[in-house]
């Protein structure tokens, strides 16, 4: 069965815009938090530390824009009609993986990189773990229903 959505394709363009704008939002906050930073005066060694805790907490937020910027192409494509094309199998598996790195980030890297990089020690914030864990659980759902697709694209492309 072919599934043709070309009424969506402005959906994609608007969830790029919507990426576009969220990504200037978060470089806006981002770099406001950057000027407050606690800089030590005379230790380089906590000031690298300081700027490599920063960085690492934009990595979550990265992938997510990834993920976003993936289902906008899984809607702006045109050429393919069919839902489980290989490109749009590419575009649902890219945004799958991007939640779930994305998720692993927030949830693991960051915390041990601020326990290790601040000294601070490590804390959860039980809500944004519930947050996390929740978009990290519907990634890897996308991942494993893209393979599943996908394997049953081919089994039926055998029959025939």
Request: with cysteine; charged share 15%.
């Amino acid at each position: 069965m072919v599934f043709k959505y070309s009424g969506l394709r402005p959906a994609g363009t608007v969830i790029k815009v919507i990426t576009v704008v969220l990504a200037l939002v978060l470089i806006e906050h981002k770099s406001g938090a950057l000027t407050t930073m606690k800089w030590v005066i005379g230790d380089a060694g906590a000031n690298v530390a300081l700027v490599f805790a920063f960085w690492t907490t934009l990595l979550a937020p990265g992938f997510y824009l990834i993920a976003l910027w993936s289902l906008g192409n899984f809607f702006s494509r045109g050429r393919s009609p069919e839902v489980f094309s290989s490109e749009a199998s590419r575009c649902i598996r890219s945004t799958g993986s991007s939640l779930l790195t994305g998720a692993g980030c927030a949830l693991v890297v960051e915390p041990l990189a601020m326990a290790v990089l601040t000294a601070e020690g490590m804390h959860f914030d039980v809500s944004l773990v519930v947050e996390d864990l929740t978009i990290g659980l519907i990634g890897f759902a996308l991942y494993v229903l893209v393979a599943s697709a996908e394997q049953l694209r081919d089994e039926l492309k055998e029959f025939i």
